[in-house]
């Protein structure tokens, strides 16, 4: 028995190690297919610069090219697969380079100074719309046929089909510009002027005062496919075995809905979950762009229009790293979860 263990116990490492070197191969491959296709983007840092110094203070063509060539100390011209050779040197070093425009001032320090803001709206957001989803999806599968049932799942098919950046769009002009609820301009932003970080009262009100609108977007966004999922996962559940003989058994129906129904119905969720961490940083950028929440996702948005090639690679790097491990841990968190996994590997 003890050598059945430590044979599966290979397997199951093995399996594992198989997952990992291939999420790497595939973080690797994204990471040179985002190189090149930057590059084939139409203009250049320099040639953008260029046009702001005409268009904004009246220089010539060539007074501009030759303010920007003594700012800008980068060679365009030098042959691509070089500069993708540097690249992978510094990346394997962990360096993601300098900014083109702001200059001196390195990738990691931009993802270190803006990538919290992200985490922070779109992770508050996440865990209020996972923790409603499940019990709303849960109250219509119990209730299902009813009044409460009809009137959920419209709202949640409409909210779940309808993209976010619209939904973020329609809370800027109607609250903020129709009628006026919040002070859109007020919240621009990840932080008021003056107030310092820290665990006061303070900061924590200023911080969710900025993200709320970002953090009320990502929830009405998201909350309509989590309600649906457990919905569907709950009665599904419901018509289970060992659903019928618990209620056999005469067994409390709390301990039914939660130990038995609920436990087993939340598993295909927690993957789900996992999976939507990994997009957290990529889901951000129309929203922040929106509501100017100057989080990792604002910083990509801009670089794309300033063609800051360093800065666009560090935060694709960052986005393929969150997505291909969160579905990495996803399938060793379900695995974790749900037994009958971990006894198909085994086998």
Do not use: C
Not at 51 to 63: D, F, V
Not at 82 to 100: A, H, I, M, R, T
Not at 153 to 167: R, V
């Amino acid at each position: 028995m003890g050598k059945l263990k430590r044979e599966l116990r290979k397997i199951a490492e093995s399996v594992i190690l198989k997952r990992f070197l291939k999420s790497i191969f595939t973080i690797l491959v994204v990471v040179t297919l985002t190189f090149f296709i930057i590059r084939l983007m139409p203009s250049n840092p320099i040639q953008i610069y260029i046009n702001q110094l005409i268009s904004q203070y009246g220089m010539t063509y060539e007074e501009a090219k030759t303010f920007a060539a003594s700012l800008f100390s980068i060679d365009l011209n030098r042959p691509i697969i070089l500069q993708y050779l540097d690249f992978l040197k510094n990346l394997l070093k962990g360096d993601l380079g300098v900014s083109f425009l702001s200059r001196g001032t390195k990738v990691t320090s931009i993802i270190k100074e803006f990538l919290p803001w992200t985490l922070f709206s779109v992770g508050v957001s996440l865990l209020i719309s996972f923790t409603l989803g499940i019990i709303l999806g849960m109250l219509i599968a119990y209730k299902r046929g009813g009044v409460i049932d009809f009137i959920i799942t419209s709202l949640a098919s409409i909210l779940s089909s309808i993209p976010n950046y619209l939904i973020g769009i329609m809370i800027l002009v109607f609250l903020g510009v129709q009628w006026r609820i919040v002070p859109i301009e007020a919240m621009r932003g990840s932080l008021s002027p003056g107030v310092k970080p820290g665990f006061t009262l303070t900061f924590i009100k200023d911080v969710f005062f900025h993200a709320s609108m970002p953090i009320l977007t990502y929830v009405i966004s998201t909350i309509g496919s989590w309600i649906l999922t457990m919905k569907s996962s709950t009665l599904s559940t419901l018509g289970e075995d060992y659903v019928m003989v618990a209620k056999a058994r005469g067994l409390k129906e709390s301990r039914i809905t939660f130990s038995y129904v609920g436990r087993n119905a939340i598993l295909p969720l927690f993957t789900s979950l996992t999976i939507s961490l990994g997009f957290i940083v990529g889901g951000s950028v129309l929203i922040e762009s929106i509501f100017v929440y100057k989080g990792i996702g604002w910083v990509l948005w801009s670089s794309i229009h300033s063609r800051d090639y360093p800065v666009m690679q560090g935060v694709f790097l960052i986005i393929t790293i969150s997505v291909i491990m969160a579905n990495f841990l996803a399938d060793l968190l379900y695995s974790r979860l749900d037994p009958r996994i971990r006894t198909s590997g085994g086998e």
